[in-house]
């Protein structure tokens, strides 16, 4: 079956330019999560939808950065105007949601942004 | 303190040895962890999850939790040149996952 898919796969922009990134989660999947990525760091959480409940945005470094879900299936991640430490690899990953988060997370395969 | 720590490596093991991947945690209250590989380049991967004390086998791998002590490891035996990745440990918190940032593991034939 289809896993977790991210587009774009890599995204080059300049300084101050918004961009979208997109995840489909695994079909069924009620939470979604995602993730940042600098180069050589762990991954930081930045946001985790779980059906129809109140996203827990905890993570977001900042106003620049929003999601959003569209019931229990794509999602947006947007961050206006960038800047170059937004440079980073963007993971999104979905689970069933049925253990209140404590269940194995599916990985795309990540959007690479770069911002000149 | 951050709430997961792992040491960053590289840690360096010849083929067929034994690969001791270690990470500690700081929330007590934590049921529920996690170790994925990442290969260069690559997203992260499931290995084993463990919730309970004690040790998880599954093939060539071990995942070992002491809770008292705040202490979950991976076993890696018979290591292959192909297991030489990145080894993150993820500890669940609330709601999302805290991943440490990673041991790099090389496997040298």
């Known amino acids: 079956g289809a896993g977790v898919s991210q587009s774009p796969s890599n995204k080059v922009t300049e300084k101050g330019k918004d961009v979208e990134l997109r995840c489909d989660p695994i079909?069924?999947?009620?939470?979604l999560y995602w993730y940042r990525q600098r180069l050589g760091q762990g991954l930081e959480f930045l946001i985790y939808f779980q059906g129809n409940s109140a996203p827990d945005k905890s993570g977001l470094p900042s106003d620049r950065f929003s999601a959003e879900r569209t019931g229990e299936s794509v999602s947006t991640l947007t961050i206006q105007r960038t800047q170059q430490e937004d440079s980073a690899v963007y993971l999104c990953?979905?689970?069933?949601?049925?253990?209140?988060?404590?269940?194995?997370?599916?990985f795309g395969p990540g959007t690479r942004l770069l911002v000149l | 303190q951050k709430e997961v720590e792992q040491n960053s490596g590289p840690l360096s093991v010849p083929e067929g040895a034994i690969a001791s991947l270690n990470c500690t945690y700081s929330?007590?209250?934590?049921?529920?962890f996690f170790w994925y590989r990442q290969y260069s380049g690559k997203s992260p991967e499931l290995i084993m999850s463990?919730?309970?004390?004690g040790d998880k086998e599954d093939g060539r791998f071990t995942a070992q939790l002491n809770k008292a002590s705040q202490y979950v490891s991976l076993l890696i035996r018979d290591s292959q040149p192909s297991d030489s990745a990145t080894y993150l440990c993820a500890v669940h918190n609330t709601d999302k996952l805290i991943f440490g940032t990673g041991t790099r593991l090389q496997v040298f034939p």
């Open positions: 929330d007590r209250g934590s049921q529920s």
């Open positions: 990953a979905s689970s069933p949601g049925l253990a209140g988060g404590q269940e194995t997370q599916y």
């Open positions: 079909s069924g999947h009620t939470a």
């Open positions: 463990i919730y309970s004390n």
